[in-house]
């Protein structure tokens, strides 16, 4: 996947419809999925939440968080809270595309994930109080992950889509992290596939 080029992600992601979630019982949120490239290979970042927290603690996530009337737009909060969380300004996140709405299973939130590409290294200025720490996995190592558990379970059993989870360096990825992160990877493959598969015809 270090081969993706950052503008084949966005025609990866303009290339498909959002799958909306529109339901009044739930409360909306966002979260930016930040991608950033060093020595030939993407690397995505995510948070570790604090124990603090009401919600989620000591989890690992995206930053993000619940949309407030302030928000023009659900990628202001996705914005907002990625400066509120790891001191990430909005002029530096150059945003690709959004993903899919998800929903959580026991929060009744419904999350808009923006996936956008950052600076890196960056001056990281975290919050202390939600976020405890940053963590970056490079995407080949979620890509190899991904394939691996769907060639080990037949894509027909919907019951497996709350059981996906990604282990890295000790930590744990599941719930709504873990699902938004593996559409990412499909949509990811999926374009990837059809530019080997168009460089073959040619």
Avoid: W
């Avoid at 909306?28 to 970042?45: D, K, N």
């Avoid at 419904?110 to 975290?126: K, Q």
């Avoid at 995407?139 to 989870?165: C, E, G, H, M, R």
């Amino acid at each position: 996947m270090s081969g993706i080029t950052k503008e084949e992600i966005i025609k990866a992601l303009l290339n498909r419809k959002v799958k909306r979630v529109l339901n009044d019982g739930l409360t909306p949120s966002a979260v930016l999925v930040p991608l950033f490239h060093i020595e030939e290979q993407h690397y995505l970042l995510f948070t570790r939440r604090s124990e603090g927290v009401i919600f989620h603690k000591g989890e690992i996530c995206f930053p993000g968080g619940t949309y407030k009337d302030q928000d023009s737009t659900l990628l202001q909060t996705a914005l907002r809270e990625a400066r509120e969380e790891i001191g990430l300004e909005a002029r530096d996140a150059e945003i690709l595309g959004e993903l899919d709405d998800c929903v959580t299973q026991n929060t009744n939130y419904v999350i808009s994930p923006f996936a956008a590409f950052i600076p890196y290294p960056y001056n990281f200025e975290l919050d202390g109080r939600e976020v405890q720490q940053i963590i970056t996995i490079p995407l080949s190592f979620l890509v190899d992950k991904t394939f691996s558990d769907q060639n080990d379970y037949p894509a027909s059993k919907d019951n497996l889509k709350d059981s996906i989870s990604y282990e890295y360096a000790g930590y744990t990825i599941f719930g709504a992290t873990a699902r938004i992160l593996r559409t990412f990877i499909n949509i990811l493959c999926a374009q990837k596939q059809q530019l080997l598969e168009n460089s073959a015809c040619t």
